[in-house]
């Protein structure tokens, strides 16, 4: 055993303990400072009526993600399209929570919401979502005394 107090070998024994520390942490520490700023995960899904232009689509959800991009560089944006269903759509957003309302007031912001709302068949639906982990880059976490 030596002095790892495991069967495993002193480099693997290591390893699990820099992933319990620095990875697999509560839920509570994952919800992470990003340089200080909150982040807030939203989803986004809606489906279109089927005579809606997706060329014309995809070209507005570029021109909101690109405005989204230059209003904070922290946060992170991706829009999905469903492969089973070319007229459904998914958004993931990482968003700091701290500038979320000036975001929301963004005129890119307005125009794209009503421009979305006349073409949906279902939704937008926008859902609060809780991270409980990420293989995305982290600031690391202070270090957990036990």
Excluded at 33 to 41: P, Q, S, V
Excluded at 63 to 68: K, M
Excluded at 111 to 128: K, N, Q
């Amino acid at each position: 055993m030596g002095d790892s107090g495991c069967c495993f070998r002193k480099r693997r024994c290591t390893l699990l303990i820099f992933l319990a520390k620095r990875i697999l942490a509560p839920a509570q520490t994952v919800i992470e400072m990003n340089g200080g700023l909150m982040t807030r995960y939203i989803r986004i899904d809606y489906s279109l009526k089927p005579d809606v232009d997706l060329g014309e689509l995809k070209t507005a959800i570029g021109e909101f993600v690109a405005g989204i991009r230059s209003h904070q560089s922290e946060h992170r944006y991706t829009s999905f399209q469903h492969p089973a269903d070319p007229f459904r759509f998914i958004h993931i957003g990482e968003v700091v929570e701290e500038v979320l309302p000036d975001l929301q007031r963004q005129s890119f912001v307005q125009h794209f919401t009503g421009y979305l709302r006349e073409r949906c068949s279902a939704g937008p639906e926008v859902t609060r979502l809780d991270r409980v982990a990420s293989t995305a880059v982290q600031p690391a976490a202070a270090p957990v005394d036990r």
